[in-house]
């Protein structure tokens, strides 16, 4: 079992994942509808800042700071 990290306050995360493995999903436009609104939706219940959001290749990149500081892993 992975070590639980610790948290700060104020401190911008990077957040890195694979998408779009065997087919361009999040490049129809449907998806990033669908995106968007889960967006809006978590930000109802944790709120966060989000910035740098980025779709390379099979990457999906972007930057969160809780507001809170420490549910990051909550929002996530």
Do not use: H, S
């Amino acid at each position: 079992m992975r070590k639980e990290r610790e948290l700060a306050e104020n401190v911008w995360y990077e957040v890195r994942t694979a998408v779009n493995i065997e087919g361009p999903l999040f490049r129809l436009p449907w998806t990033k509808v669908l995106l968007y609104r889960v967006l809006r939706e978590i930000k109802k219940r944790y709120p966060f800042k989000m910035r740098g959001l980025r779709l390379e290749g099979a990457w999906f990149t972007f930057y969160i700071k809780p507001e809170d500081g420490f549910k990051l892993p909550l929002i996530m």
